[in-house]
């Protein structure tokens, strides 16, 4: 670790990694595990025990400034693999010098609606999309911390394990 996150110094998007989309905010997915609940003869009550590698529908927001063109391209149809990239600024824990870290984040996602914003004299349309995320990877300084891809059967954490990994041996997917 470099030191503590302080925010976002800024970040941009990228289709493709190589189409610039520009710069937007997001409001990134929500990761709920799907759970089972114990009840019956020895248990007080109910207990929710997360499913291993499990996750509800993921849903990301890109609220783009205005009606850019960006906000068009990732509203057609079609799977898009976006990545956002964003630099933190960090203090050290113990020197106190100002740095950065780079956290990427890579996105397969549908669009699933355009917000068309409101159209007003003397200010910005404020268009955003609203997308089903298909699989999601995070990479802190190159380092990958997470990648939920309930598609491939995969839901690996920041120590590199594979939750599925036995899961899918046992079902024959490997």
Request: aromatic letters at 6%; one cysteine or more; glycine letters at 10%.
């Amino acid at each position: 670790m470099n030191g503590i996150e302080e925010g976002v110094i800024n970040c941009t998007m990228f289709e493709n990694g190589i189409r610039y989309l520009g710069f937007a905010s997001v409001e990134m997915p929500n990761k709920v595990s799907k759970t089972f609940t114990m009840n019956g003869a020895g248990v007080a009550g109910d207990i929710e025990i997360p499913v291993v590698g499990h996750r509800d529908a993921m849903t990301m927001k890109v609220n783009f400034r205005d009606a850019s063109e960006a906000a068009y391209i990732l509203a057609e149809e079609r799977v898009h693999v976006v990545d956002l990239r964003v630099v933190h600024q960090t203090l050290g824990a113990t020197d106190s010098e100002l740095g950065e870290s780079g956290h990427k984040f890579v996105v397969e996602m549908i669009p699933k609606s355009l917000n068309g914003g409101t159209v007003a004299p003397a200010s910005a349309q404020a268009v955003s999309g609203e997308y089903s995320v298909l699989s999601i990877k995070e990479y802190i300084n190159g380092n990958i911390v997470s990648d939920i891809d309930p598609r491939r059967f995969r839901d690996v954490d920041h120590t590199g394990k594979d939750r599925l990994a036995n899961v899918r041996n046992m079902l024959g997917l490997e």
